[in-house]
């Protein structure tokens, strides 16, 4: 069966500092994607990066970086030089040729000044 | 240019009262979605569909139904509320399956 596991239920980081997030997952699909929403408190979902199985290399959109470890079947994300806005909870999320999108349970990250 | 919009925002129903969803994006997505967010976990999938006229079951379908009528709209259909269906309802569209998914703001909806 096609899982996500996220480990981490709350993080806190240091504004400025870099911060992963943890996200396992689980699929015998050899094709599927990776994704990773953001969901501040007024509760909207964000999409912020996406990782295809076959990408050859880390997916990156500015100061968001996937750290992609097939092998391990982990997608963990970076979030270089955080700020308060970054305070939100996170969900890891994937989809496979079997099933639309599932999502992990998320990581709540507080962003201290 | 609005993206994905849901109405309403926040309902509040009495158990056995029926009720209905409405998501509309301007996107031309084919792909839309209803999820269900509860405290602790992530979203559900409840329902979707892969263009106009169609409609499948996502992983928690008991207890709702969705029309797509037409390509921009998506709604979800609640007979009989319960209690247990006490949550923040997300709708969502898509280009395709491997694309990210845009989301409406949600609706809170309490079943009493």
């Known amino acids: 069966a096609q899982k996500i596991t996220q480990t981490q239920p709350g993080m806190f980081v240091q504004e400025k500092e870099a911060v992963t997030l943890d996200c396992t997952y689980d699929?015998?699909?050899?094709?599927?994607?990776l994704f990773w929403y953001k969901q501040p408190s007024s509760g909207e979902m964000i999409f912020l990066i996406y990782?295809?199985?076959?990408?050859?290399q880390n997916a990156t959109e500015g100061r968001y970086s996937l750290n992609f470890q097939k092998a391990r079947k982990s997608a963990n994300l970076v979030i270089s030089a955080s700020q308060l806005g970054d305070s939100a909870m996170y969900f890891c999320a994937m989809r496979t040729s079997y099933d639309k999108v599932i999502f992990g349970p998320g990581t709540s990250l507080s962003v201290i000044p | 240019n609005a993206g994905v919009t849901q109405t309403p925002k926040f309902r509040v129903l009495k158990t056995g009262q029926s009720m209905t969803l409405l998501c509309a994006q301007d996107m031309n997505h084919e792909y839309m979605y209803w999820y269900r967010q509860d405290p602790g976990m992530g979203l559900r999938l409840i329902h979707y569909s892969v263009g106009e006229g169609t409609t499948a079951k996502g992983e928690v379908p008991d207890g709702y139904n969705v029309s797509r009528l037409k390509k921009q709209n998506f709604l979800l259909g609640l007979e009989s509320a319960a209690p247990s269906q006490t949550s923040v309802y997300f709708c969502?569209?898509?280009?395709?399956?491997?694309?990210?998914?845009?989301f409406g703001p949600g609706t809170r909806l309490t079943v009493t």
């Open positions: 699929t015998s699909d050899p094709s599927y994607g």
């Open positions: 990782q295809g199985s076959y990408d050859q």
């Open positions: 969502a569209s898509s280009q395709t399956d491997f694309y990210e998914q845009y």
